[in-house]
């Protein structure tokens, strides 16, 4: 099949995947695929947490084309169900100019009713990878968005660690060095959760991928658990990527009149859809995982719509399991210039840190 007409064709399946059932056999790389996790599930965990994202451009490019009238709609819903609260009379100035002083501003309201329909929730806020599956027993949206995921600042020590399982990721305008790379996304947004709102963060600058991107996750693992073991006072952990798309997609949007990539939350489920639960990368901290990128893409709905993509599940693991509250994190691709990858740290920062002190 040509690759036009393939691409035609995910994209056909991935709209309108009735049309698509059974109707086509798996190429002979599928096959192989498929056979590998099989007879090799190890060699296959480590080539496909590491593989080429096609249908992540696909789904790019998607967007690109749906986004606006979907955003739109989303916000005229949004605005359409909220509340108008007029202050009482014994409301104090005080009050009133902590509001105003306060760094989080909400621009929509998201409903949150609504969200507790699991089919509403995966449609509007979530895209999920042909590789995997969910339902709604494995994710009741209830007990995720009540879940707690305020830290303790009572100890001295990093609260946050961020690092980067492929520090070689780099931009549309990027000279080769760190300083234009994604390692020094790391080191902005470290420097806002710690300056800007008092989070202790550690940014860890180990590179996992120099000789290449296979073993990238298993090379991180042993150094990212001796850096948590050195520091029990970590609750959470971000690995800071960027995605890579079609070189005709441009994620980006405006925020306060500055060009601002977009970001996506993305989990690994530990689970295929070819063999189901992968026993070898087991994840007794899913549901956190899960929790937290929810409320972390909520609480981008409402204070910066159109900034985040839909959350991304996939079927691996992604070294999510280290850590209760791990996020793995995509700000914009290779086609985004690093001024707007650099300008999307501010409205990152001001989501993590009203996640996770609690303003919600």
Not at 64 to 88: C, D, F, L, S, Y
Not at 276 to 300: F, H, K
Not at 331 to 354: C, H, K, R, W
């Amino acid at each position: 099949m040509k690759t036009g007409w393939a691409m035609y064709f995910k994209m056909i399946k991935f709209c309108m995947p009735v049309f698509c059932f059974q109707t086509q056999d798996a190429t002979l790389a599928e096959w192989m695929a498929d056979g590998m996790q099989f007879t090799a599930p190890v060699m296959s965990y480590v080539y496909q947490e590491d593989e080429d994202k096609d249908d992540m451009t696909i789904l790019a490019t998607w967007e690109n084309a749906k986004q606006q009238e979907a955003r739109q709609k989303a916000i005229a819903e949004q605005n359409a169900a909220r509340t108008e609260v007029t202050p009482g009379k014994d409301e104090s100035l005080e009050n009133k100019v902590a509001v105003e002083n306060s760094p989080w501003h909400k621009r929509a309201e998201v409903n949150r009713d609504k969200l507790l329909d699991f089919d509403y929730l995966m449609k509007t806020y979530y895209r999920v990878d042909r590789t995997t599956t969910i339902n709604a027993t494995e994710f009741n949206p209830q007990e995720l968005l009540a879940k707690d995921l305020r830290v303790n600042m009572t100890q001295p020590g990093p609260v946050v660690l961020i690092y980067h399982t492929h520090s070689q990721e780099g931009f549309a305008d990027s000279d080769g060095t760190d300083a234009t790379s994604v390692m020094a996304l790391g080191e902005r947004l470290a420097s806002l959760l710690q300056n800007s709102y008092g989070i202790p963060t550690l940014h860890h600058i180990g590179k996992y991928d120099v000789e290449g991107r296979d073993y990238a996750y298993a090379n991180a693992q042993p150094e990212i658990q001796r850096v948590l073991a050195e520091n029990p006072t970590i609750q959470v952990v971000i690995d800071l990527h960027r995605d890579g798309v079609g070189d005709d997609v441009h994620l980006v949007t405006d925020i306060d009149g500055k060009p601002t990539a977009k970001v996506m939350f993305f989990n690994g489920l530990s689970r295929t859809t070819s063999t189901g639960p992968i026993d070898y990368l087991q994840n007794p901290n899913l549901n956190d995982n899960l929790a937290t990128s929810l409320q972390m893409q909520i609480a981008a709905a409402e204070l910066y719509p159109g900034f985040t993509r839909p959350v991304f599940l996939k079927g691996y693991r992604y070294n999510m399991h280290l850590c209760p509250k791990a996020m793995l994190i995509e700000v914009g691709a290779q086609t985004n210039t690093f001024q707007e990858v650099y300008n999307a740290m501010d409205p990152l920062a001001n989501i993590i840190s009203y996640v996770l002190l609690n303003e919600q």
